[in-house]
């Protein structure tokens, strides 16, 4: 586990602000009258242009007034005294910004109304906390290639890299960036408030398409206890929502290949046909109660990848004559019997560079005749063909149950699937698929004007498979070694020549269940809030290790070429076993904050974060170590030296479990001349980072495991080295380990510590200016 400290000192006028809910925002500000007075007791309402929802509250003792919990939207708000005219503005709140109207009551009655228009503060008053926000106007005008709107975050300030591609390639991929000189793999992603974070890989999930998304904040550094999982950014995506007028869009993306060039070494101009059609749709199915919004994005892309070039040989090598080859070959030994090759008479395999044709190997022959192009230069340039279909759809209904209860719910799926080709020569395809979906929602109540709770509940179900177009077993090839776990076949690699690649079956499955409550309370100058944040996360990954390979280099008999006719490999690796892992992961986390208005001018956020770390565990206990010469009692009849998870001293996870990750989080903001314009904040907090489930994604004995075999004939390569098969399967234990080795018998290896690590950033924003000067460091630990 990794904490981050954060030490900010900056003094700004600056657009930052606080994110007081994953999606929604906060309307405050302070009310006085002509002369500068305070006015308690106002009545102050909000009502939301588009869905009409309406909250309200009255004015404190101080003048001010606070609405939590605002759904993002356009707003009027009015504030009404009797014996003073009725001040009304307009204002358009973002998701989770702390939005800042004041007013100035003017003497007169109810009936008459002051308009004030965009009378929003411009700079964040109440907040220590670094954010940026990337808008709706943005989001719609920007140039934005591959259509991932996470790709947009690089125009915010602190946001060094970003990698957003069109598709995600597997339940590992997905969108990253760096923040502040933190790793890529330190954020956390939410989509309407629900986690979106993908735990497996430490990565987001891919968002909606543009047309879909409403806005996306990133929160940079200092943010408040509400807020943890990770130590880098916080990324809140929001989808768009219905509201009581009907408001859509159609589109079509399309790209070809008329004003693309061919390059020197391709014979043609590569194809290119790519579409992308869509549509979306807001309204509402009961006025001012229900409402929806959907949207669909299609891909297809037809296109074709960078040239490769594959020498294959001639009609001559075919034969077995090498005469046109300026090297001298010779004749390959037989590294048993220390004898040169020969076919069944005695005779030479190789003489005067012609091949016996007694002593082409038959398998030679076959992935020849089946797969291997003939040219009459011995020159084949493939353009690959990598043809890509996805779509991705998200629904959202927000439906107002009363003046004090609103709920939302949100349904997204992403879907690809890809075909692409393996090695230089036509050989064996591989499809990957990946399928993402979630189901959200999200109730907020008001049991007062200074009492709401918020709660969120979501499911995420991510699966990928990669497996080949077809099967081609090594028997039916003429090579005795079967196809192993799942299903492989062989991949062949002529060095410098040509290489058939055989892709390897996988299949990854991630599911997670994520929950948050979270209760904020006004009581006097203090804003209380506090919650819990549960998650279980559930990874699958199912992948024999049954990778086959041969590699030919030349090393027997002079080229690489005449080598694999020979059928003499140089290398062949065997994959046995099974690399299945299925490691689980709770967490449990609560907070606790306090926004206390010291004076108008002055406002302090204080909180602590409690994110104990509950470490990955093995669905089926699948941990070994070793001790050399200890006999395990778990298993008694495995070798010597390996223990399991039920054996003294044998843990049932990779790490400690570390229960005082007590996480303090303090800031300031100071509205130096009291006019909204110019702001002071400092914070200090302290982050703790996530570990990602590949860390126990490890495929290791005695469960699974490689075999190297040198200089044997590919029709036997265990058999041509008096070697014996290993077994091929999945053991009759079915199990897999993470193992950790001890160099000492009689001592168990120790779990790993978790070690901390700090960051530390200093930024000074300058008034009206996007420099900024920041520096980051980090210190490890020693030990």
Same mark, same amino acid.
């Given at each position: 586990m990794a904490?981050?400290?954060?030490?900010?000192?900056?003094?700004?006028?600056h657009?930052?602000v606080?994110?007081e809910?994953q999606?929604?925002?906060?309307?405050?500000?302070?009310?006085?009258?002509?002369s500068?007075?305070v006015?308690?007791?106002?009545d102050?309402?909000?009502?939301?242009l588009g869905?009409?929802?309406?909250r309200?509250?009255v004015s404190?003792?101080?003048g001010?007034?606070?609405?939590?919990?605002?759904p993002r939207?356009?707003y009027?708000?009015e504030?009404q005294l009797p014996?003073?005219?009725t001040?009304r503005?307009?204002?358009e709140?973002?998701?989770?910004?702390n939005?800042?109207?004041?007013f100035?009551?003017?003497?007169?009655q109810?009936q008459e109304?002051?308009e004030?228009?965009?009378?929003a503060?411009?700079v964040e =008053?109440r907040?220590? =906390?670094m954010s940026?926000l990337v808008?709706?106007?943005?989001?719609?005008?920007?140039?934005?290639n591959g259509r991932?709107?996470v790709?947009l975050a690089r125009?915010l300030?602190?946001?060094?890299d970003?990698q957003?591609s069109?598709e995600?390639?597997s339940?590992?991929g997905?969108p990253?960036?760096?923040?502040h000189?933190?790793?890529?793999?330190?954020?956390?992603?939410?989509?309407?408030?629900?986690?979106?974070t993908?735990?497996?890989?430490t990565?987001?999930?891919n968002p909606?398409?543009?047309?879909?998304?409403?806005?996306?904040?990133?929160q940079?550094?200092?943010f408040?206890?509400?807020?943890?999982n990770n130590?880098?950014?916080?990324?809140?995506m929001?989808?768009?929502?219905g509201s009581?007028d009907?408001?859509g869009?159609?589109?079509?993306?399309?790209?070809?290949d008329k004003?693309?060039?061919?390059?020197?070494?391709?014979?043609?101009?590569?194809k290119?046909?790519?579409h992308q059609p869509?549509?979306s749709?807001?309204?509402?199915l009961?006025p001012?109660?229900?409402?929806?919004?959907?949207?669909?994005q299609a891909l297809?892309?037809r296109?074709?990848?960078?040239?490769?070039q594959?020498?294959v040989?001639t009609?001559?090598q075919?034969?077995?004559?090498?005469?046109?080859l300026?090297?001298a070959?010779r004749n390959?030994v037989?590294p048993?019997?220390?004898?040169a090759f020969?076919?069944a008479s005695?005779?030479s395999?190789?003489?005067a560079?012609v091949i016996?044709?007694?002593c082409?190997?038959?398998?030679?022959r076959s992935?020849?005749?089946?797969f291997?192009?003939r040219?009459?230069?011995?020159v084949?340039?493939?353009?690959t063909p990598?043809?890509?279909d996805?779509y991705?759809?998200?629904t959202?209904f927000?439906?107002?149950v009363?003046a004090?209860n609103n709920v939302?719910?949100?349904?997204?799926?992403?879907?690809?699937h890809r075909t692409?080709?393996?090695g230089?020569?036509?050989?064996?395809?591989?499809d990957?698929l990946?399928?993402?979906?979630?189901y959200?929602?999200?109730?907020t109540h008001?049991f007062?004007?200074?009492?709401l709770?918020?709660?969120?509940?979501?499911?995420?179900?991510?699966?990928s498979?990669?497996?080949?177009?077809?099967?081609?077993?090594p028997?039916d090839?003429g090579?005795n070694?079967d196809?192993?776990?799942?299903?492989?076949?062989?991949?062949?690699?002529v060095?410098g020549?040509?290489n058939l690649?055989?892709?390897?079956?996988e299949?990854q499955?991630y599911r997670n269940?994520?929950?948050?409550?979270t209760?904020t309370l006004i009581r006097?100058?203090h804003?209380?809030?506090?919650g819990y944040?549960g998650?279980?996360?559930?990874?699958?990954l199912?992948r024999?290790n049954g990778?086959?390979s041969a590699t030919?280099?030349?090393?027997?008999?002079?080229s690489?070429?005449a080598?694999?006719m020979?059928g003499a490999?140089?290398?062949?690796?065997f994959?046995?076993?099974?690399a299945d892992s299925f490691?689980l992961?709770?967490?449990h986390?609560?907070?606790?904050?306090d926004?206390?208005?010291?004076t108008p001018?002055?406002?302090?956020?204080?909180?602590?974060r409690?994110?104990?770390w509950l470490p990955?565990k093995?669905?089926?206990g699948r941990?070994?170590?070793?001790a050399?010469?200890?006999?395990?009692?778990?298993?008694?009849?495995a070798?010597?030296g390996?223990?399991?998870v039920?054996?003294?001293?044998?843990p049932?996870?990779?790490?400690e479990?570390d229960?005082?990750?007590?996480?303090p989080?303090?800031?300031?903001a100071w509205?130096?001349?009291?006019n909204g314009? =110019?702001v002071?904040?400092g914070g200090?907090g302290?982050y703790?980072?996530h570990?990602s489930g590949t860390s126990?994604?490890?495929?290791e004995?005695p469960w699974?495991?490689t075999v190297?075999?040198f200089s044997?004939?590919?029709e036997?390569p265990?058999?041509?080295?008096?070697?014996?098969?290993?077994p091929?399967?999945?053991?009759?234990?079915?199990?897999f380990g993470?193992?950790k080795?001890?160099q000492f018998p009689?001592l168990q290896?120790?779990l790993?510590?978790l070690p901390?690590n700090?960051?530390y950033?200093?930024r000074?924003p300058r008034?009206r200016f996007t420099?900024?000067?920041s520096?980051?460091s980090?210190?490890?630990?020693?030990?």
């Open positions: 904490s981050r400290i954060l030490l900010v000192f900056f003094a700004a006028l657009v930052s606080n994110v809910a999606v929604a925002g906060t309307i405050s500000g302070y009310i006085r009258d002509e500068g007075a006015v308690p007791g106002v102050v309402k909000a009502t939301m869905q009409k929802v309406t309200s509250t404190d003792e101080t001010f007034f606070n609405l939590l919990a605002m939207g356009n009027v708000i504030a014996g003073f005219a001040e503005s307009t204002a709140l973002t998701a989770g910004q939005l800042r109207v004041d100035k009551m003017n003497l007169g109810l109304v002051v004030v228009s965009a009378a503060a411009l =008053t907040s220590a =906390t940026g808008d709706d106007r943005r989001v719609q005008e920007l140039p934005l991932n709107v790709e125009t300030p602190g946001i060094t970003v957003a069109q995600m390639g339940t590992r997905g990253t960036l760096i923040v000189g933190a790793s890529r793999g330190q954020n956390n992603f939410t989509l309407n408030g629900s986690n979106f993908n735990f497996s890989q990565a987001g999930f909606p398409p543009p047309d879909a998304v409403q806005e996306i904040r990133v940079t550094s200092t408040s206890a509400e807020y943890g130590a880098g950014a916080q990324v809140s929001v989808t768009k929502a009581n009907f408001h869009s159609v589109w079509e993306f399309h790209r070809n004003l693309n060039a061919r390059s020197f070494f391709q014979p043609r101009r590569p290119q046909r790519q869509g549509a749709a807001g309204g509402r009961l001012n109660k229900l409402f929806y919004f959907g949207s669909f297809s892309n296109a074709e990848a960078g040239s490769s594959a020498l040989p009609d001559a075919r034969l077995g004559d090498f005469s046109g300026s090297t070959l390959p037989d048993i019997t220390g004898r020969a076919d005695g005779a395999c190789v003489s560079n016996n044709p007694n082409i190997s038959p398998a030679a992935y020849l005749d089946r291997v192009p040219s009459p230069t011995g084949v340039v493939k353009l990598s043809p890509l996805a991705n759809w998200v959202r927000d439906y107002t009363s004090r939302f719910v949100h349904y997204f799926r992403d879907h690809y692409s080709s393996g230089n020569i036509d050989y064996m395809n591989q990957s990946t399928d993402v979906k979630q959200a929602v999200t109730d008001t007062s004007p200074a009492f709770n918020e709660a969120t509940y979501s499911f995420m179900n991510a699966q498979f990669v497996q080949a177009t077809g099967r081609v077993p028997r090839m090579i070694l196809e192993g776990y799942l299903g492989v076949g062989m991949s062949l690699n060095t020549q040509f690649n055989f892709p390897g079956p299949r499955g269940w994520h929950w948050r409550d209760m006097g100058s804003t209380l809030k506090w944040e998650m279980y996360v559930n990874f699958d199912v024999g990778a086959r030919f280099t030349g090393t027997r008999s002079g690489a070429m080598d694999f020979l490999f140089d290398n062949v690796s994959g046995f076993g099974a490691p992961l709770w967490k986390q609560a907070f606790f904050q926004e206390l208005k010291i001018r002055l406002t302090l956020n204080a909180g602590v409690y994110e104990p990955w093995q669905e089926f941990y070994t170590s070793w050399p010469g200890v006999q395990s009692v778990v298993k008694p009849d070798p010597p390996i223990l399991f039920g054996d003294a001293g044998v049932d996870k990779t790490v479990k229960l005082n990750n007590f996480a989080r303090i800031g300031f509205d130096l001349f009291g314009r =110019t002071v904040r200090y302290m703790f980072n570990i126990v994604h490890a495929a004995a699974t495991g190297q075999l044997g004939r590919i036997d265990f058999g041509s080295l008096n070697r014996s098969l290993p091929s399967g999945v053991p009759i234990s079915g199990e993470c193992v080795i001890n009689g290896c120790p790993y510590p901390l700090f960051v950033n200093w000074w008034p420099t900024s000067i520096h980051s980090v210190r490890l630990p020693t030990t």
